[in-house]
């Protein structure tokens, strides 16, 4: 059975970074894409970008270019999302999510990891 | 980047009712579009994805179709489980991007 399991709530202070992790079992990273998506309060999804694990490549979205930084580690079969710069808005819960073999669309989600951004 | 229009925003139903939920691409997506049930305190789940095909485990009420730039998503004989919020995703090209979500409620 695959599984994504995220690291838990954080609180950050404005300005600061915060790293967050997606350990997946039953599926091994490098045959796939990490995909990390965002919901702020009350609203929709947003896509943040994605990693290609076996080789390091990224893609992010416009706004999340200077935001985000995602990195895996294919040893600990482990994706991260860095935040840096938090501001208020950055508030949210983050999903990370995973293909299932050469599809595109996200057939597995992890549990989200809620980031306040607060003083 | 490609712009998902989905509608409506908030949708009331009986038990037992169908209930459609569309989806507009700003330009063709070829059919790579899925739906996502997301419950209140939960992580989105796969619905449909390629348009029309039933993700694993995901009742036969539930049925995509469309295509180019219009999509729908059919929930026949609503349930009480079916209570959710629904969101489109284009994956044709990058930045994959959702609509901004339909809230399903009974009425």
């Known amino acids: 059975e695959v599984q994504l399991q995220q690291s838990g709530a954080e609180l950050g202070k404005p300005g600061t970074s915060v790293k967050l992790s997606c350990k997946v079992s039953?599926?091994?990273?490098?045959?796939?894409?990490m995909h990390w998506v965002n919901q702020r309060p009350g609203k929709g999804l947003e896509w943040i970008g994605r990693i290609d694990p076996a080789n390091g490549n990224t893609i992010y979205a416009e706004k999340f270019k200077s935001k985000a930084t995602l990195t895996a580690d294919t040893s600990s079969n482990t994706a991260y999302m860095q935040l840096s710069q938090l501001k208020s808005d950055d508030t949210a819960i983050y999903f990370c999510?995973?293909?299932?073999?050469?599809?595109?669309?996200?057939?597995?989600w992890g549990q989200g990891t809620l980031v306040t951004v607060s003083s | 980047d490609i712009q998902m229009t989905q509608s409506p925003a908030s949708l009331s139903a009986s038990l037992g009712e169908t209930v459609t939920i569309e989806c507009r691409a700003s330009?063709?997506?070829?059919?790579?579009l899925a739906w996502y049930q997301q419950k209140p305190g939960n992580s989105p789940q796969l619905l449909i994805y390629?348009?029309?095909s039933l993700a694993d485990g995901v009742p036969s009420r539930f049925s995509g179709s469309g295509s180019g730039t219009q999509y729908s998503l059919k929930i026949n004989s609503l349930q009480s489980e079916d209570v959710a919020s629904y969101f489109c995703q284009q994956y044709n090209n990058y930045p994959y991007t959702f609509g901004a979500g339909t809230k399903l409620e009974l009425k």
């Open positions: 390629d348009a029309n």
């Open positions: 330009e063709d997506i070829y059919s790579n």
């Open positions: 999510a995973m293909r299932a073999a050469i599809s595109h669309w996200f057939a597995y």
């Open positions: 039953g599926y091994n990273i490098r045959n796939t894409y």
